[in-house]
């Protein structure tokens, strides 16, 4: 006869089998819950890296705000993104998630001497981290990059008076041009910075994104001013269209293939100086249409549908003389 202290030894192995099972059964349950549950989630779905300098900038998809910065598993296809933080200039693009993408990311352009301050300083670190990105994409697409964007390898350039960098649209794999100064008159010498680097990278700037920033607060001249007329005569319509703009120079243009394109000039008003744009007309019947609105450089994406021939020639004009000079069409 066993003594009632000696253990039951099937007792014991029952319970061992169940505290196995029970195990078991929690393991099983752990794996589910942490890789079977998120691989069924975020099948078909792309790991995003979502990161803009500033850190406390909102950012959007599609009109959702997402942690910044944050991974996200997205479904392939095109983003609106949308980001903006005090200090800063508001950045919006469209970026197209695929299987190679990896991040989408960027840094917003500083819209006050404070941003500027908080872009040197204090957030300097943030900053860094969006160019060391910038890095390791370029290096990963470099022989594709350097190709379609030759001019990135003279970019970042800073002086004084204008600074001349690129925003990164990831999700396209497309990149900005910016171009950034102090006061509106500074925009001719850093436009013609830009064209020289353009010129010793043999890609003109007539191919890339180019957005231009004026660091104080600044009116486009020829913002919503225009008026319809229906001038034959390309300098007329111009001068016509834009009466309301003082001090406005027009250069004798040139006719080519439908299209007239020239150069214009605001000269002595409160918010510029002597700042050089460019522009094109296209035939419109008896008269002319404007093709997208001045800008200090004409480009396939601000004036669209124009011959690249037409433009690059227009790019390469010089400011006008501080007179309006009469030209081939008899003003």
Same mark, same amino acid.
């Given at each position: 006869m066993k003594p009632d202290y000696y253990p039951?030894?099937?007792?014991?192995?029952?319970?061992?089998?169940? &505290?196995? *099972? !029970?195990? #078991?059964?929690?393991?099983?349950?752990?794996?589910?819950? &942490?890789? *079977? !549950?998120? #691989?069924?989630?975020?099948?078909g779905k792309v790991k995003v890296e979502v990161v803009y300098a500033p850190?406390?900038?909102?950012?959007?998809?599609?009109?959702?705000?997402?942690?910044?910065p944050s991974t996200r598993y997205l479904e392939p296809g095109e983003y609106e993104v949308r980001v903006w933080a005090p200090e800063f200039e508001e950045f919006s693009t469209k970026v197209q998630v695929d299987e190679n993408t990896k991040y989408i990311y960027g840094s917003l352009n500083p819209a006050t001497a404070k941003g500027e301050?908080?872009?040197?300083?204090?957030?300097?670190?943030?900053?860094?981290?969006?160019?060391?990105?910038a890095g390791q994409v370029l290096a990963e697409e470099g022989e594709k990059i350097n190709a379609e964007y030759p001019i990135l390898q003279k970019l970042p350039y800073k002086n004084s008076l204008y600074t001349l960098g690129y925003l990164i649209n990831s999700g396209e794999r497309d990149y900005t041009l910016t171009v950034k100064v102090l006061i509106p008159s500074i925009y001719d010498s850093a436009v013609e910075k830009l064209k020289t680097f353009a010129e010793e990278t043999n890609k003109p700037l007539a191919e890339y994104r180019i957005d231009l920033f004026i660091s104080e607060n600044f009116s486009d001249p020829f913002k919503d001013v225009w008026q319809d007329n229906n001038e034959k005569n390309p300098e007329l319509f111009l001068k016509k269209g834009y009466s309301t703009i003082p001090n406005l120079i027009i250069r004798p243009g040139q006719e080519k293939d439908g299209h007239y394109y020239t150069i214009l000039s605001v000269n002595a008003t409160e918010y510029t100086v002597g700042t050089t744009y460019r522009v094109v007309l296209k035939a419109n019947g008896d008269s002319w249409k404007l093709v997208g609105a001045p800008a200090p450089i004409a480009t396939i994406y601000n004036t669209p549908d124009v011959p690249l021939d037409i433009l690059n020639s227009l790019n390469e004009m010089n400011p006008p003389t501080p007179t309006i000079t009469p030209g081939a069409y008899g003003i």
């Amino acid at each position: 006869m066993k003594p009632d202290y000696y253990p039951d030894y099937n007792q014991k192995r029952r319970t061992v089998v169940k &505290a196995g *099972i !029970i195990t #078991a059964v929690i393991i099983t349950l752990v794996i589910i819950t &942490a890789v *079977i !549950i998120p #691989a069924i989630l975020h099948a078909g779905k792309v790991k995003v890296e979502v990161v803009y300098a500033p850190h406390y900038a909102e950012v959007e998809l599609n009109g959702k705000k997402v942690k910044n910065p944050s991974t996200r598993y997205l479904e392939p296809g095109e983003y609106e993104v949308r980001v903006w933080a005090p200090e800063f200039e508001e950045f919006s693009t469209k970026v197209q998630v695929d299987e190679n993408t990896k991040y989408i990311y960027g840094s917003l352009n500083p819209a006050t001497a404070k941003g500027e301050e908080l872009m040197n300083g204090d957030l300097q670190q943030q900053f860094l981290e969006i160019e060391g990105i910038a890095g390791q994409v370029l290096a990963e697409e470099g022989e594709k990059i350097n190709a379609e964007y030759p001019i990135l390898q003279k970019l970042p350039y800073k002086n004084s008076l204008y600074t001349l960098g690129y925003l990164i649209n990831s999700g396209e794999r497309d990149y900005t041009l910016t171009v950034k100064v102090l006061i509106p008159s500074i925009y001719d010498s850093a436009v013609e910075k830009l064209k020289t680097f353009a010129e010793e990278t043999n890609k003109p700037l007539a191919e890339y994104r180019i957005d231009l920033f004026i660091s104080e607060n600044f009116s486009d001249p020829f913002k919503d001013v225009w008026q319809d007329n229906n001038e034959k005569n390309p300098e007329l319509f111009l001068k016509k269209g834009y009466s309301t703009i003082p001090n406005l120079i027009i250069r004798p243009g040139q006719e080519k293939d439908g299209h007239y394109y020239t150069i214009l000039s605001v000269n002595a008003t409160e918010y510029t100086v002597g700042t050089t744009y460019r522009v094109v007309l296209k035939a419109n019947g008896d008269s002319w249409k404007l093709v997208g609105a001045p800008a200090p450089i004409a480009t396939i994406y601000n004036t669209p549908d124009v011959p690249l021939d037409i433009l690059n020639s227009l790019n390469e004009m010089n400011p006008p003389t501080p007179t309006i000079t009469p030209g081939a069409y008899g003003i």
